[in-house]
C-alpha cells in the first residue's frame, strides 16, 4: 500500500506530465501558425486556455483532498528539489508572479519585435499589449498583492501559535524530550486542520488570478502567456535537479 507521501508525489508528477502535455500542443499550435499554416483562431486558443484553466482547477481540488492527509508534506515537499522549495509560497508559487511574468513578456516581445510590430508584421502576443488591459492588469496586481498579504499575516499567525498556549504550557511540564499526549496529537491536529484551509485559500486565488488574468488578454496572447509560464515551471524543475545533483543532493 503506498504510503502519504508516495501519493501527494505522484499527484505532483502527474501534474507535471500534464503540464509537459499542455506545453506541447500549445508550442503545436503557434508553430502550425507560424509556418504558414492556419492561422490559429480566437476559437482555438481560447479552446486551449479553457483546457489549461480546467486542469488547474482539478489539480488543485485535488490536492484539497491530499491535504488531509499529510498537509506538512505539501509544505515541504519531498518530490520538489530544493530550487523550487526555496521559492515556494503556502506550497506553491504566488499568485503575483503571474502578473510579474506577463510585465517582463510584454516588455521583451516589444524590444525583440519593435520593427515587426510597426510594420504590423506581428499578430496579437503580449508586444501588443493595449494600454487599457495595462491597467486592468496593474489592478488585478494590487488586488493579488492585498490578498497575497492576508494569507501570509494568517500563515505567520498559525506558525507563531506553535509557542503559544496550550503547546508552550504542554512542553513546559514535559519530563522527556519527545513525549507524546492527547492534548498534544489534538493540538497539532487543529494546526493541520487550519493549513489546510490556507492552503486552499491560497489555491483559489491562485487559479482566480490566472482566469482573471486571462481574461484580460486576448485568446492569442493567452496561449503565449501560457507557453511562457509552463516553460518557466517546468525548467525550475529541472534546473533544480541539476543542481542537487552538483551539491550532492539526490
Known sequence: MASDDQILQRCFHEWMAIQEQELNQLLQALNQSGNGGDDLTETTCAQLTEKSINSFQEYIDKRAQLSRLDISGLFSPSWNTALEKS????????????????????????????????????????????????????????????????????????????????IAIVVKRMSRVGETS?????????????????????????????????????????????????????????????????HGRT
Open 182 to 246: 492527547g492534548e498534544v496529537d489534538h493540538t497539532l491536529d487543529e494546526h493541520e486542520s487550519s493549513m489546510a484551509n490556507i492552503l486552499q485559500e491560497a489555491d483559489k486565488l491562485r487559479l482566480s488570478t490566472l482566469k482573471e488574468l486571462l481574461s484580460i488578454l486576448t485568446p492569442l496572447q493567452g496561449v503565449d502567456f501560457l507557453v511562457a509560464s509552463k516553460k518557466l515551471h517546468l525548467c525550475m524543475h529541472e534546473w533544480g535537479k541539476t543542481r542537487d545533483n552538483r
Open 87 to 166: 521559492l515556494l509560497w503556502i506550497a506553491g508559487c504566488r499568485p503575483s508572479i503571474y502578473i510579474r511574468l506577463t510585465y517582463a513578456l510584454c516588455g521583451s516581445q516589444v524590444e525583440f519585435q519593435l520593427s515587426e510590430i510597426i510594420q504590423g508584421l506581428v499578430r496579437g502576443n503580449l508586444g501588443q499589449i493595449s494600454a487599457a488591459q495595462l491597467r486592468m492588469i496593474n489592478d488585478l496586481h494590487m488586488k493579488t498583492i492585498k490578498e497575497e498579504e492576508k494569507l501570509s499575516n494568517k500563515l505567520a499567525g498559525l506558525q507563531e501559535n506553535i509557542a503559544d498556549q496550550p
